[in-house]
């Protein structure tokens, strides 16, 4: 049987129009390069044609309601790839921004192994309890009420039949994009 994969981009805390006019232009080169299978906003989209402009990333588009968003968008969502369950939460839902077991609380409530999330506007990458949690920071680098990293960030994960998951934090440093790689091993949940 062939190995099969799932490529994902992962997305936060935009803020465009308010803080932000776009997505930095190395970001969209980037972007329009890869075929995702499925893209993820883990919230704070702010305006529709952001909405619009990342549902034509991938053949997939799955996003959830931040504090600073007025769209219409769910609180949560689930889906599965390859019976990894992988759940999405804006992070607002816990004290202080990124509290990693309150996080972890809210993946054991939804049933995920992997749980997006966002609102802290710092990119980390963990695995807490036999959870993987991942949190892309802020896709255009603007600041949070917690503060953040304030450097342009995002996320692809890609996700294979046997487990695999190789995740690779891309960051936009002094116009030039770098990145890190990790992989980690999960084990389907369904």
Not at 97 to 116: K, P
Request: aromatic share 8%; net charge negative; proline share 4%.
């Amino acid at each position: 049987m062939a190995l099969e994969k799932r490529l994902i981009l992962i997305i936060s805390d935009s803020h465009i129009h308010e803080r932000a006019d776009w997505f930095p232009k190395e970001f969209v080169e980037m972007f329009k390069s890869r075929k995702y299978d499925a893209v993820i906003h883990a919230g704070d989209v702010v305006d529709q044609d952001v909405l619009d402009y990342i549902e034509r990333l991938g053949k997939r588009l799955v996003v959830v309601q931040g504090n600073m968003d007025y769209l219409d968008l769910p609180e949560e969502e689930v889906f599965d790839v390859f019976g990894i369950r992988i759940g999405v939460v804006h992070g607002d839902q816990v004290r202080p921004r990124g509290n990693i077991s309150a996080l972890t609380m809210i993946a054991r409530r939804m049933g995920v192994s992997i749980l997006v999330s966002g609102h802290t506007h710092s990119p980390f990458v963990t695995v807490y309890s036999s959870v993987l949690h991942i949190n892309p920071g802020s896709v255009t680098g603007v600041w949070g009420g917690g503060g953040g990293s304030f450097t342009p960030s995002f996320i692809e994960m890609e996700l294979y039949s046997n487990g695999v998951t190789n995740i690779t934090l891309y960051q936009l440093e002094r116009n030039r994009i770098t990145s890190k790689e990790e992989t980690i091993t999960l084990y389907p949940t369904s």
